[in-house]
C-alpha cells in the first residue's frame, strides 16, 4: 500500500467536505450544542453537594457522550455513501483506472470518514479543556475515554465505508449504516431487558413486621410470611451491552468514586449499573422489621469490586463486524470486476 497515494485518496475526500458549507455550519451548530450541555452541566452538578468536588469528572463524561451520540448520528452520512456515492456520479472508475489499489480506495475513504468524524472530537477540545480545570477529573479518566471515543469513530466510520462499497444505491447504504449502528446502540438494550425478562427464577422472600393495637400500643412482632415470585434474571444477558458504544466507554474508563463509595461521574454510573447486572439474584431473603437497627448496605465499590469488565470483548465483537465489512467492501469494489449492479455507472 502506497502512502503517497493513499493520501491522495484521503486529500480528494476531505477536499469535497471542506468546500461544502453545510459542513461548517453542522460543526458550528455541533458547537452550540456543547455550549448549552457544559452550561447546563456546571448548574446541574453544582447543586449536588457530594457531587461539587468532582464536577469536571461528572461534566467530562457529559460532554463526551455528547460528542459520541452526535458522531452515531452524523457517521452514517458522513460514510455510508463514500464508495457508491462516487460509483453512482461516475468518478469511481477514473480513480479505479490509475495506480490506486483497490485496498488504497477503501481505507482512502475509511480515513477521510475517520478525520471527518475526529473534527467533532477537536471542536469538543476547549469543552474538554474547562471540565478538566473545573477539577475531578484523574489522567486516567481524561486519556482513556477520548482514546476509546477515537476508536468508536473509527469503527462507525469503517461500518459507513464497508457498506457503501457493498451496497449499490447510497440511500440503502446510508439506512443500512444506521441500522447497524442502532443495533449496537439501542439493539443491545432491547435484547438486555427482554432477554433478562425472559429468562425468570423463582425467588422466596421471608418477612415479619411490628404489629401495633389502634391506639399505636406495640403488641410484638407478627409471625413470618413467604411470598413467592418471579424475578428477571439480567445476569445471563448483561454480556449483551458489552458491544454497546455508550457502554464499552464507560467500562473501559476507571471509576472515580467518592469518600462514600459511590461513583461521582456517568461513566462510573453506567459502568456499576452493567457490574450490577451481573449479579445474580438471591433465591431466598428474608426481611425482619422487628429488628431496631437496620445492616448497613454495601456501596457501589464494595459491590461491584471484582466483577468482570467487558469493554475489550465489546470493542472486538465491533472490529470484527466492521472489519467484515470492509472486506466484503473490497471485494465487491475490486477490479476487474465480474460483474456490476443493475444501472451501475463505470465511466
Given at each position: 500500500m502506497n502512502s503517497s497515494r493513499l493520501w491522495t485518496i484521503v486529500t480528494?475526500?476531505?477536499?469535497?467536505?471542506?468546500?461544502?458549507?453545510?459542513?461548517?455550519?453542522?460543526?458550528?451548530?455541533?458547537?452550540?450544542?456543547?455550549?448549552?450541555?457544559?452550561?447546563?452541566?456546571?448548574?446541574?452538578?453544582?447543586?449536588?453537594?457530594?457531587?461539587?468536588?468532582?464536577?469536571?469528572?461528572?461534566?467530562?463524561?457529559?460532554?463526551?457522550?455528547v460528542v459520541l451520540l452526535l458522531v452515531v448520528l452524523v457517521s452514517p452520512t458522513l460514510a455510508g455513501n463514500s464508495v457508491n456515492g462516487d460509483r453512482e456520479q461516475a468518478t469511481l472508475a477514473p480513480v479505479q483506472v490509475t495506480l490506486a489499489t483497490t485496498g488504497e480506495i477503501i481505507v482512502g475513504k475509511l480515513l477521510a470518514a475517520w478525520i471527518s468524524g475526529?473534527?467533532?472530537?477537536?471542536?469538543?477540545?476547549?469543552?474538554?479543556?474547562?471540565?478538566?480545570?473545573?477539577?475531578?477529573?484523574?489522567?486516567?479518566?481524561?486519556?482513556?475515554?477520548?482514546?476509546?471515543?477515537?476508536?468508536?469513530?473509527?469503527?462507525?466510520?469503517?461500518?459507513?465505508?464497508?457498506?457503501?462499497?457493498?451496497?449499490?444505491?447510497?440511500?440503502?447504504?446510508?439506512?443500512?449504516?444506521?441500522?447497524?449502528?442502532?443495533?449496537?446502540?439501542?439493539?443491545?438494550?432491547?435484547?438486555?431487558?427482554?432477554?433478562?425478562?425472559?429468562?425468570?427464577?423463582?425467588?422466596?422472600?421471608?418477612?415479619?413486621?411490628?404489629?401495633?393495637?389502634?391506639?399505636?400500643?406495640?403488641?410484638?412482632?407478627?409471625?413470618?410470611?413467604?411470598q413467592t415470585s418471579e424475578v428477571p434474571r439480567f445476569d445471563r444477558v448483561w454480556w449483551v451491552l458489552a458491544a454497546n458504544p455508550f457502554v464499552i466507554v464507560a467500562d473501559a474508563t476507571p471509576t472515580t468514586y467518592d469518600r462514600y463509595g459511590y461513583p461521582i461521574d456517568l461513566f462510573g454510573q453506567i459502568a456499576s449499573a452493567v457490574r450490577y447486572a451481573q449479579i445474580p439474584p438471591e433465591t431466598d431473603t428474608w426481611w425482619d422489621g422487628c429488628l431496631t437497627t437496620t445492616p448497613d448496605s454495601d456501596?457501589?465499590?464494595?459491590?461491584?469490586?471484582?466483577?468482570?469488565?467487558?469493554?475489550?470483548?465489546?470493542?472486538?465483537?465491533?472490529?470484527?463486524?466492521?472489519?467484515?465489512?470492509?472486506?466484503?467492501?473490497?471485494?465487491?469494489?475490486r477490479t476487474p470486476a465480474r460483474t456490476l449492479p443493475p444501472g451501475t455507472r463505470v465511466a
Open positions: 480528494l475526500e476531505l477536499m469535497q467536505r471542506v468546500r461544502s458549507v453545510a459542513w461548517y455550519v453542522l460543526l458550528g451548530v455541533f458547537a452550540a450544542i456543547l455550549v448549552g450541555v457544559t452550561a447546563l452541566s456546571f448548574l446541574a452538578f453544582s447543586g449536588f453537594s457530594g457531587w461539587s468536588n468532582g464536577a469536571g469528572s461528572a461534566v467530562y463524561s457529559v460532554i463526551v457522550y475526529l473534527a467533532f472530537v477537536a471542536v469538543a477540545v476547549p469543552f474538554l479543556i474547562v471540565a478538566t480545570v473545573a477539577g475531578g477529573v484523574t489522567p486516567a479518566g481524561l486519556l482513556v475515554p477520548l482514546a476509546v471515543l477515537i476508536a468508536e469513530i473509527g469503527v462507525f466510520s469503517a461500518i459507513g465505508v464497508g457498506l457503501s462499497a457493498l451496497i449499490a444505491r447510497p440511500l440503502f447504504s446510508i439506512a443500512a449504516t444506521y441500522l447497524v449502528v442502532a443495533a449496537f446502540v439501542i439493539g443491545t438494550l432491547i435484547v438486555f431487558g427482554l432477554g433478562g425478562g425472559a429468562t425468570r427464577s423463582e425467588t422466596t422472600t421471608h418477612s415479619r413486621y411490628v404489629e401495633y393495637t389502634g391506639d399505636g400500643r406495640e403488641l410484638g412482632c407478627t409471625d413470618w410470611e413467604t456501596s457501589t465499590r464494595e459491590a461491584t469490586e471484582g466483577l468482570a469488565p467487558s469493554w475489550f470483548v465489546g470493542l472486538a465483537v465491533q472490529l470484527v463486524v466492521a472489519g467484515g465489512l470492509l472486506w466484503g467492501g473490497w471485494a465487491r469494489t
